[in-house]
């Protein structure tokens, strides 16, 4: 699966993945925004894409942090298959 969020002006988005059962166990943790260098983004997209590998049957807790902006967070949110 692929997390796609369609706001390219994000200063700083922190995304965190966690196993769910039965102890919480961080799985991948990213940092993306117009301040880091594209070429290190997980997959170099215009957008900000997370890849999410997710087994069948299985369940994750995702969290996503955004730095604080003086502009209102408005944006688009997809999770592709």
Request: aromatic share 12%; with cysteine.
């Amino acid at each position: 699966m692929l997390l796609e969020l369609v706001n390219p002006n994000f200063t700083e988005l922190r995304h965190y993945q966690f196993q769910a059962d039965p102890v919480p166990v961080l799985l991948r943790a990213d940092t993306l925004g117009v301040k880091r260098i594209f070429k290190q983004r997980p997959i170099l997209h215009q957008n900000f894409q997370i890849p999410i590998d997710l087994p069948a049957g299985d369940s994750m807790v995702c969290i996503l942090y955004f730095a604080p902006m003086l502009l209102p967070l408005n944006f688009n949110l997809f999770l592709w298959e």
